[in-house]
């Protein structure tokens, strides 16, 4: 891999601008039908925006040689989610029960369209010396990338799902086992961005019951043994822009996960240990340029937490991933056994906060993290670099009014010593990303 640019470097373009819009709206209520028993319903909506000219230059050697494209992207979201469920507890000879029963519903409708330029008249530069360059011209490849002043309906998806579980505990709630079940259906639809004529190959239903359980024992008040299973039914990632299915959905994930783990609480220390498994199809990037769910995914991992306050005033918090992501299962083998691309195979962060007396509600807090290598391609020839960096910042709570309104005012810096590193890679292996450099960052928060 090249080495990142200077943090005071910029690699794109002027001309190049994104603008997002974002409108949502949620409600939730619950209503207390006995002591024992709840209703509850929410409702949400969002609608979002995005049109942008993007230049991301793509590299042609390590000397930092690059391409510059061009991408025109307008691309118009519009989803709705709503639940609706009753649970409540209650007791059957020395079992006591917790049960819940729901319904949850979401649609998502996308407007997709999209300009591009040709790579015979794509500009060159250098991500070390970046010079201006000007602005390649753009074209709908025929219309292929739809109508860019008003795209119609590329794709959409709608999911829905009933749920019941039953929490049992016995031995005065020191064992509670959980038994759960979801019916979950996925519908997916994609359209043509000319014509607005739906496309059978990109259509795709699914459904299923899906078991959940889980145990917890607490041998003591204070530990806490668990193990459980869970699975989902969801839609899979819309094809990234470097693929020549750009905005197509990949079809239906259906995931499993297990866990075991110990969680403790002594008050002021305690942590956690946990080791689990996730089985999930994975979409990759082939040789053509197509975006799908050609391969199997498996993550393997341990998770430790722990915190705790040595000293009154002063809180300690860490945190600690080892993770192995394996590609188990892919198209005619191609890769099998590989890492997959752009997760660490370790992450740790380390937090502290300090209470400053006397000024109260004024707190000094600190933050280092740690990302190990990961791989940028499938074959696991190019990797990036492990990087930690250091965020320090100071925050301030006080109360603004007789009825004590909160408000907290922060003020921080990220990578206080101006780490120069490659911070990511997406999942296609096309676009890594360059960690941002020392900043500056203040925020005010209030409460009504």
Do not use: C
Not at 308 to 337: D, F, I, Y
Not at 384 to 401: C, H, P, Q
Request: hydrophobic fraction near 30%; aromatic fraction near 10%.
């Amino acid at each position: 891999m090249p080495e990142p640019p200077k943090n005071d470097r910029n690699f794109s373009q002027k001309w190049a601008y994104s603008d997002i819009e974002n409108e949502f709206g949620m409600w939730r209520s619950e209503y207390d039908i006995t002591d024992s028993w709840t209703a509850y319903t929410g409702l949400g909506a969002q609608h979002a925006h995005e049109e942008g000219i993007y230049s991301a230059p793509k590299l042609l050697d390590k000397s930092g040689n690059a391409t510059v494209s061009r991408l025109d992207t307008n691309r118009i979201s519009d989803s709705v989610s709503g639940m609706a469920g009753i649970r409540g507890n209650f007791d059957t000879g020395f079992v006591s029960h917790k049960v819940n029963v729901g319904y949850s519903a979401m649609t998502k409708n996308e407007k997709i369209a999209w300009k591009m330029s040709a790579a015979a008249d794509n500009p060159t530069t250098n991500i070390y010396h970046n010079t201006g360059v000007a602005m390649p011209d753009s074209s709908n490849f025929s219309g292929s990338g739809g109508k860019y002043s008003d795209p119609l309906t590329s794709g959409r998806t709608r999911t829905q799902g009933w749920l019941l579980s039953d929490t049992l505990g016995v031995l005065d709630d020191k064992l509670l086992f959980t038994a759960g079940a979801r019916h979950q259906k996925v519908v997916i639809r994609g359209y043509n961005k000319i014509t607005g004529a739906e496309n059978d190959a990109d259509g795709f239903d699914g459904s299923r019951w899906m078991p959940t359980y889980g145990v917890v024992y607490k041998p003591w008040e204070e530990i806490s043994l668990y193990a459980n299973h869970t699975e989902a039914l969801q839609p899979g990632e819309t094809a990234p822009r470097s693929a020549n299915n750009y905005g197509q959905s990949t079809g239906i994930v259906h995931s499993k996960q297990n866990e075991v783990g110990v969680k403790a609480d002594f008050g002021r220390v305690g942590g956690s240990l946990a080791l689990f498994e996730i089985k999930m199809p994975s979409a990759i990037l082939d040789d053509s340029g197509h975006y799908g769910l050609d391969a199997e995914q498996r993550n393997r991992g341990v998770e430790l937490n722990v915190f705790g306050e040595p000293m009154l005033g002063m809180r300690l918090n860490a945190s600690a991933t080892w993770l192995q992501a394996e590609l188990t299962k892919t198209k005619n083998g191609v890769n099998q056994g590989n890492d997959a691309i752009g997760i660490p195979s370790f992450y740790a962060v380390l937090g502290a906060e300090y209470d400053i007396k006397p000024i109260e509600g004024l707190t000094a807090t600190a933050r280092v993290n740690h990302s190990g290598t990961q791989y940028a391609d499938l074959a696991n020839t190019k990797k990036l670099d492990s990087y930690t960096t250091l965020d320090l910042g100071m925050r301030y709570r006080f109360a603004v009014n007789h009825n004590e309104n909160q408000m907290t005012v922060r003020a921080g810096i990220d990578n206080v010593t101006n780490e120069n590193y490659w911070s990511s890679v997406d999942d296609s292996g096309t676009y890594i990303t360059q960690g941002e450099p020392r900043t500056f960052k203040v925020s005010v928060g209030y409460e009504f």
